[in-house]
């Protein structure tokens, strides 16, 4: 039953906060909104979610990048789910594995000026971001899917029910 999964939403626009909480609760789960990084891993901290729903972009142009890594990489958060919102490009990955895909794309293609590359493989479930962080290192972020903006119902309760079973 989904009224007993809950979900952490983050995003410092409160009105796609809004508008997804809605479709999440009139599908039955139990929803917990953030507006910043800080508050975001409070209440997941908190709450213990089955899945997170993070912006990429918020208050910085790293907030978003810097709160998946928080909750993919510090055991603290059991490896909690992270679907990212996002308006920009999604790279539709051939290869099974994105990291790979980005890597190479950046290579190959001389495009070594983009500070974010957002990629996924449908089939496989394998998605992340490759950014450059402020020092310049290019970082791969792997996450569990994304969610284009601006969202519709249909597209993020996909995107959530592929995560939480």
Do not use: C
């Not at 009224?3 to 995003?11: E, F």
């Not at 290192?137 to 993020?156: C, D, H, M, T, Y």
């Amino acid at each position: 039953m989904e009224s007993t999964k809950k979900i952490v939403i983050v995003d410092d626009d409160i009105d796609v906060l809004s508008i997804v909480e809605t479709i999440l609760k009139n599908e039955g789960f139990t929803v917990i909104t953030a507006e910043s990084k800080e508050e975001g891993l409070a209440k997941v901290r908190e709450e213990k979610p089955n899945l997170v729903i993070s912006d990429v972009m918020m208050s910085t142009h790293f907030e978003g990048f810097e709160f998946a890594t928080e909750l993919t990489k510090n055991k603290e958060f059991n490896g909690v789910p992270v679907i990212m919102q996002t308006s920009i490009n999604i790279f539709s990955s051939p290869d099974e594995d994105a990291m790979k895909f980005a890597r190479n794309y950046r290579s190959e293609m001389k495009n070594h000026d983009l500070d974010v590359l957002l990629v996924e493989n449908k089939k496989t479930g394998s998605a992340g971001i490759d950014y450059k962080n402020e020092k310049g290192e290019i970082i791969w972020l792997p996450i569990s899917g994304f969610i284009a903006k601006p969202v519709r119902a249909k597209n993020l309760l996909e995107a959530v029910r592929k995560v939480i079973k």
